[in-house]
């Protein structure tokens, strides 16, 4: 069965430099979240959306945006690169805003920033 | 505390013993989910309770809720050293809005 699908898997960045995550949801999921996942921290819940358009916002900074795309694909943009910003970033996707099914994470985008 | 607090923090039993842990929340919910993750990897789902259930089973898995305690517990029956990993709860609050709320995980050892 199709999961979801997270790019790049590794990213190395230089402080103020900027990085872009994709994300490809499970076919027919309406819902598409971001976490940021630091060393021995819980997900923390950036922003969501829910048929292209965002639905809720968490901790997500400034430098941060994020949008979904025609296709149900969705970026996150990252600018100015803070060395703190060096975490997992999970994608998650689901039917129905996650009311009724559980979410389900890709395996995550690992940014270093250096 | 933040919602979806786990308790313990921590948990180190024998194979073969019964892992319980336990999660509160703050808000209303429309369900609660549990996740396992290896170190680094990602978030698996594991079994979701709705806010009208009370208990629920899958496989060694049995997850209970209790909306008047805003609390809800895993317990993992005969454990094996496969089982070694963090878990955490997470809930979708009421309401029309997606966000899944995760607590602080549990780390789970399982001595061989």
């Known amino acids: 069965a199709a999961g979801v699908i997270q790019s790049p898997r590794h990213l190395i960045k230089e402080k103020r430099e900027t990085a872009t995550l994709k994300c490809y949801p499970i076919p027919r999921h309406d819902t598409v979240y971001w976490y940021q996942q630091g060393p021995g921290q819980d997900p923390q819940f950036l922003i969501s959306f829910y048929e292209k358009m965002q639905s809720d916002k968490g901790s997500i900074p400034d430098r941060f945006s994020a949008q979904q795309f025609s296709d149900y694909h969705s970026e996150l943009n990252m600018s100015s690169l803070e060395l703190g910003d060096s975490a997992l970033y999970f994608c998650?996707?689901?039917?129905?805003?996650?009311?009724?099914?559980?979410?389900?994470f890709g395996q995550g985008t690992r940014l270093t920033v250096v | 505390s933040q919602q979806g607090e786990e308790d313990p923090q921590a948990l180190s039993i024998q194979e073969g013993e019964n892992a319980t842990m336990n999660c509160s929340y703050k808000?209303?919910?429309?369900?609660l989910q549990w996740y396992r993750q290896n170190s680094g990897r990602g978030l698996v789902h594991l079994i979701l309770?709705?806010?009208?259930?009370r208990e629920k089973h899958s496989g060694r898995l049995r997850v209970t809720l209790d909306t008047s305690k805003k609390s809800s517990s895993l317990l993992i029956t005969a454990s094996r050293a496969a089982d070694t990993a963090s878990y955490f709860c997470?809930?979708?609050?009421?309401?029309?809005?997606?966000?899944?709320?995760f607590g602080k995980g549990i780390t789970l050892s399982v001595r061989p």
């Open positions: 998650a996707s689901s039917r129905d805003r996650g009311h009724g099914t559980e979410a389900f």
């Open positions: 309770i709705r806010s009208n259930e």
């Open positions: 997470a809930t979708a609050p009421t309401g029309a809005n997606s966000k899944l709320t």
């Open positions: 808000t209303s919910i429309n369900n």
